[in-house]
Nanobody, 115 residues
Framework: QVQLVESGGGLVQAGGSLRLSCAAS????????MGWYRQAPGKQRELVAT???????NYAGSVKGRFTISRDNAKNTVVLQMDNLKPEDTAVYYC?????????WGQGTQVTVSL
């Protein structure tokens, strides 16, 4: 069983930065692919960024060059550094851990970007 707890969301002006953290419990963390997803009101949940157990990363086109995902296996944490935020980044951000055949989600953290 894996439990994920996100932190670091909040309100920021356009052009600002936020750093989201996800703390994971469970010994499988180092083997799991980790990711951040987001869901804006009235829209489907979408992938933001993922990082494999080996450190390979993947980003949605809309955030590439602005967001950076990283992980610390010793601390069981994954971080999403978000720079140059835009109003369209406003959403609830969810941490995800994927280790076949299981998929785990955090409770989500709100990110609001104002003009």
């Amino acid at each position: 069983q894996v439990q994920l707890v996100e932190s670091g969301g909040g309100l920021v002006q356009a052009g600002g930065s936020l750093r989201l953290s996800c703390a994971a419990s469970g010994s499988i963390f180092s083997f799991a692919a980790m990711g951040w997803y987001r869901q804006a009101p009235g829209k489907q949940r979408e992938l933001v960024a993922t990082i494999t157990s080996g450190g390979s990363t993947n980003y949605a086109g809309s955030v590439k060059g602005r967001f950076t995902i990283s992980r610390d296996n010793a601390k069981n944490t994954v971080v999403l550094q978000m720079d140059n935020l835009k109003p369209e980044d406003t959403a609830v951000y969810y941490c995800n851990a994927a280790l076949y055949p299981n998929n785990y989600w955090g409770q989500g953290t709100q990110v609001t970007v104002s003009l």
